[in-house]
């Protein structure tokens, strides 16, 4: 277990197998979680693990990655598939309270929550015309994706009255777009029709890296804002900084940077210090799953999958059964 895990999943866990956890808070680098792993049958993956070949073909008896995570593009699927390992990921439960917290996020830079803390702790004295923004009441919002967290923002948006175009790769049924309010449109045409907000919730993958790119930033509808909080690499942060610095973007909301996506060899470092300087955004530190019960349910859920790989039973214990 390359990252430190909650006490009650590390518990059940430890009744089943014997565990080589990390401790520390920060997540074990790829040489030390390929030497911890070395002799695992299973892996218990974060985010911040990068699962490919090089580390697979140090762990020959490994049988299962299970990931306490939704979005798996720290994981190389085919590179675990070409070696029998089977790959578990955890899906529903992560998109209720990611959906809630992009909610937070358009709310926050549509009315200027930052703005508004830092006037008033630096002596703001009542009332006054100022920081006027926008509205989710009757708006309308673009959606780009709408898997299960795109349908979970879809119904915490309902009691807004906002209007809802999306494009997905995928389209829903005109049954499922009826019953959540959407209108599905092509990629091009999202930009320009996300009226109050453009919001990004969708898995990187090769055809979404880079989408929100300069071309797509300026067809965003005037006075539009951004709210990522689906994965880093789907916008270019160089391109928004660029946006929000000529005005052509209202404001850039995230809670996902590219610099935490380990699938790119290319990643940044660091978020750009100029964009974390600028006015208009506001960022969260990968809260979307940020929920105690629900951190602790994603982990228990990632350690049935390696008790039901394994035939093991939560309270049994099995020494010949390791777990990294």
Known sequence: VGSRMLPGPLAALRAC???????????????????????????????????DAALLAQCPRLRLVAGALKGADNIDAVACAERGVRVTVVDDLLSAPTAELALLLTLGLLRHLRAGDTA????????????????????????????????AFARQLAGFGTRIVYHDPRRLTSEEEAALRLTWVPAEELPARSGCALVLLCPLTTASMGWLNTTRLRRLAPGAVVVNAGRGSVVDEVAVLAALCHGRLAGYAADVFAFEDRARRDRPLQI???????????????????????????????????????????????ATRGVA
């Open 272 to 318: 750009d210090p100029d964009l974390l300087a600028h006015p208009n955004t506001l960022f969260t530190p990968h809260l979307g799953s940020a929920v105690r019960r629900v951190r602790e349910a994603i982990e228990h859920a990632a350690v049935q999958s390696v008790c039901e790989t394994f035939g093991l039973r939560s309270r049994e214990r099995v």
């Open 120 to 151: 008033v702790r630096n002596g703001h004295d009542g009332w006054r015309p100022s920081l006027y923004g926008g509205t989710l009441v009757d708006g309308t919002i673009g959606v780009l994706g709408m898997g299960s967290l795109g349908r």
């Open 17 to 51: 197998a014997r565990v080589a956890c990390n401790r520390r808070s920060t997540p074990w680098d790829a040489g030390e979680l390929a030497r911890r792993a070395a002799r695992a049958d299973a892996l218990i993956a974060f985010m911040p693990d990068r699962i």
